[in-house]
C-alpha cells in the first residue's frame, strides 16, 4: 500500500537553528514528490516538486533533496515567519493522478 | 487569475441539513479534487475528477457527491450531514490541458464546516 510518513510531527527551532524534516515513502513507482507550506487557516501552498532520486530544488531557505525511499526539506538560518506546517505528498505512476499526503511536520521558529 | 476559489468559507449545519461547497478554478486545469483535513491528520481525499463529467472516488467519499459539469467548477454536495463530517474542506486543482508538465496542486482556501 502506497504510504508517507512525515517526521518529526513537530518541531521548534530557534532563530538561526538550522534543521531538517523528513519524508519517507512507499510507493510502487514515483512520479513525483512534492512539499507544501500551510499556514493557520489557509490551503497548502506548494513550495517544491521532486521527480528523481538525487534531485535537489531551493528557495531561499529551503532545500529539498529526494532518495529512493526519502525526501528531506532543509531550513537554512530559518526566521519566525518559515513558522508554518509542511506537507509532503507522493503520486505513483499506479495509472490514477492522485496523490498521497503525510500529516506533516508543524514547525515554530522562535526569535 | 483568481486561481482556486471555495464557498463558503465558514458554516455551521445542524445534524441531518445538507448543503453544497463550491468550487471554482480559473487555471484551466483537468484535474480537480476534494480533501478533507481533520486535525493532526494529512489531507484525505474525498473524491476527484479528471474532466468534465468524470468523477471518482477517494479514500472516504462515503456521505459526499460530486458532479462535475464544467471544467471550472467542482462542487461537493453533503446530504443528511452528521458531526463525523466536520472539518475542513480543501479543493484542489492540478494539469493544465495543453502547454506544461508541472503537476503539482493548487489548493483553495478552505471551507471550515461544523455539524452541531
Known amino acids: 500500500e502506497d504510504q508517507v510518513t512525515q517526521s518529526p510531527e513537530a518541531l521548534r527551532l530557534q532563530e538561526g537553528e538550522s534543521s531538517s524534516l523528513n519524508c519517507s515513502y512507499t510507493?510502487?513507482?514515483?512520479?513525483?514528490l512534492f512539499w507544501y507550506r500551510q499556514d493557520p487557516g489557509k490551503g497548502p501552498e506548494f513550495l517544491f516538486t521532486?521527480?528523481?532520486a538525487g534531485e535537489e530544488k531551493e528557495k531561499e531557505r529551503l532545500k529539498a533533496t529526494l532518495t529512493k525511499k526519502e525526501s528531506f526539506l532543509h531550513i537554512t538560518a530559518p526566521k519566525p515567519e518559515d513558522s508554518a506546517t509542511y506537507l509532503c505528498?507522493?503520486?505513483?505512476?499506479?495509472?490514477?493522478?492522485?496523490?498521497?499526503f503525510g500529516t506533516g511536520t508543524r514547525l515554530k521558529v522562535l526569535a | 487569475n483568481a486561481g482556486v476559489t471555495q464557498t463558503p468559507k465558514f458554516r455551521i449545519l445542524k445534524i441531518g441539513q445538507s448543503m453544497t461547497l463550491q468550487c471554482t478554478q480559473d487555471?484551466?486545469?483537468?484535474?480537480m479534487y476534494w480533501y478533507r483535513q481533520d486535525p493532526g491528520m494529512g489531507l484525505k481525499l474525498i473524491y476527484y475528477s479528471v474532466g468534465a463529467g468524470i468523477t471518482d472516488k477517494g479514500e472516504v467519499p462515503n456521505g459526499y457527491n460530486v458532479s462535475r459539469s464544467t471544467t471550472e467548477d467542482f462542487p461537493l454536495r453533503l446530504e443528511l450531514a452528521a458531526p463525523s463530517q466536520t472539518s475542513v474542506y480543501f479543493c484542489?486543482?492540478?494539469?493544465?490541458?495543453?502547454?506544461?508538465?508541472?503537476?503539482?496542486?493548487?489548493f483553495g482556501p478552505g471551507t471550515r464546516l461544523t455539524v452541531l
Open positions: 487555471m484551466n486545469h483537468n484535474y
Open positions: 505528498a507522493v503520486q505513483a505512476t499506479s495509472g490514477t493522478y492522485k496523490y498521497i
Open positions: 521532486l521527480y528523481s
Open positions: 510507493v510502487s513507482g514515483l512520479r513525483g
Open positions: 484542489a486543482s492540478s494539469y493544465p490541458q495543453q502547454g506544461s508538465s508541472y503537476n503539482e496542486q493548487f
